[in-house]
């Protein structure tokens, strides 16, 4: 972090120190209304609690941190593709951004005591994904947690880009909640080969579920013992969450840990990915309360 934006609540600190697991660089973001964690690979947000208020992030607790590897929990940007490359399968999933180190840009005090903190990642252009762009990442922490993405297309060609928030929550039991805000839209079953299905009622997560709700409304509601509110502008998916006991067993930072959360992302993936022209902006932002 430059002295220019060193402030008096933000704090250079690493997974060593907050978690006993030496590895990566994060930033402390400590005032009276809330506390933040964000590591500055894939300018990953890990916890965010606001003042009297319940944790809004779950951050698995067999979490590894390692540079080059995404952390599980809190909220890893997934962009320039969602998911697995549909192209070239063997790239690695969910894009390059969350495990690349990110520049803290920006960092201030906005007056009633919110922080404004901005994130940068430029992609020059590689053989993982060829088109350069740049991403602009503002967090605003405060009594509600407010992101913003802009995202601008360098190549000389248009470049689809599909991304999303992997926001994940923390519940009671996974197996106990439900995610009201899908109903009758339609998904795409990522445990059945993506066919099309229709969301009738509220979500539950008996097992695995994966899905990829496009088109999807802008509110969703996370009923657990202090519901979750999601509100987005501009994020076309949602995509849903929660490995079950079984896939969870192969996942070694997840394990038995796998009824304390739910995925519930925003994003604009399959059908909604961006097609940017060449020097085209786009802009989509993201509410979290508690
Ligand atoms: O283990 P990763 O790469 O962080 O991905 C976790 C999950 O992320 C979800 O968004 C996907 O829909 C799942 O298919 C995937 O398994």
Redesign the pocket.
């Given at each position: 972090m430059s002295d220019q934006l060193q402030t008096s609540f933000i704090r250079d600190t690493d997974s060593g120190a907050l978690y006993g697991k030496p590895g990566l660089d994060l930033l402390l973001v400590q005032t009276p209304r809330y506390r933040a964690v964000i590591a500055k690979q894939g300018a990953q947000l890990l916890e965010f609690q606001a003042a009297d208020r319940e944790p809004l992030l779950w951050l698995s607790p067999k979490a590894q941190f390692e540079p080059g590897k995404?952390v599980?929990g809190g909220i890893?940007l997934?962009l320039p593709w969602?998911?697995?490359n549909r192209v070239d399968p063997t790239k690695p999933?969910?894009g390059l951004v969350r495990t690349q180190p990110w520049q803290l840009t920006g960092a201030k005090e906005l007056p009633g005591g919110d922080v404004e903190l901005v994130f940068t990642f430029r992609h020059d252009g590689s053989e993982v994904f060829e088109a350069p762009f740049r991403c602009d990442f503002t967090m605003r922490l405060g009594r509600e947690l407010q992101l913003h993405l802009r995202l601008e297309n360098l190549a000389e060609k248009t470049v689809e880009y599909s991304w999303?928030w992997?926001t994940y929550f923390p519940v009671e039991s996974v197996r106990e909640i439900e995610v009201h805000g899908l109903e009758h839209t339609d998904y795409l079953d990522?445990t059945r080969e993506l066919a099309r299905f229709r969301q009738e009622g509220p979500l539950t997560f008996p097992g695995e579920v994966?899905?990829?709700f496009e088109n999807a409304p802008a509110h969703q509601q996370i009923l657990t013992r202090a519901p979750i509110h999601t509100h987005s502008d501009n994020c076309h998916s949602v995509?849903t969450?929660n490995?079950g006991p079984e896939?969870a067993a192969t996942?070694a930072d997840v394990d038995d840990h796998y009824g304390e959360f739910v995925?519930v992302?925003h994003g604009n993936a399959f059908a909604d990915s961006w097609q940017l022209a060449p020097g085209e902006r786009a802009e989509a932002s993201l509410l979290l309360q508690r």
């Open positions: 995404a599980r890893p997934c969602f998911g697995i999933k969910h999303a992997h990522n994966d899905r990829v995509i969450w490995p896939l996942l995925c992302e």
